[in-house]
């Protein structure tokens, strides 16, 4: 089983940076590929960046490529997601997620199991 908390996240201004992450309290963690996928009010949920099992395959949204970066500890359980250079435009609900599959990053039902997320405001 899966369970996701999140953390990290809160108001900064425009060109802040902010850390998020995200423990999972079960066994399987390394087992599957982990997610951040973000909501913004009125919008469709997107898949920002995703890491394989190992942390050697990463997928970035061109939104945010070059301003964020995912990393996994699996000793810890534990995914996170670096935020650099935000932007206004980066408010959303930002949620933990796994799958067990390799593919179909960007598709938000690809995703298994969620996190309650975690909000994220960029005041300009």
């Known amino acids: 089983q899966v369970h996701l908390v999140e953390s990290g996240g809160g108001l900064v201004q425009a060109g802040g940076s902010l850390r998020l992450s995200c423990a999972d309290s079960?066994?399987?963690?390394?087992?599957?590929?982990m997610g951040w996928l973000r909501q913004a009010p009125g919008k469709e949920r997107e898949c920002v960046a995703a890491v394989n099992w190992s942390g050697r395959a990463i997928h970035y949204a061109d939104f945010v490529k070059g301003r964020f970066t995912i990393s996994r500890d699996n000793a810890k359980n534990t995914v996170y997601l670096q935020m650099n250079s935000l932007k206004p435009e980066d408010t959303a609900v930002y949620y933990c997620?796994?799958?067990?599959?390799?593919?179909?990053?960007?598709?938000?039902?690809?995703?298994?199991?969620w996190g309650q997320g975690t909000q994220v405001t960029v005041s300009s």
């Open positions: 997620s796994a799958t067990p599959r390799s593919s179909d990053y960007g598709d938000p039902s690809s995703w298994t199991y």
């Open positions: 079960g066994r399987s963690f390394s087992a599957y590929t």
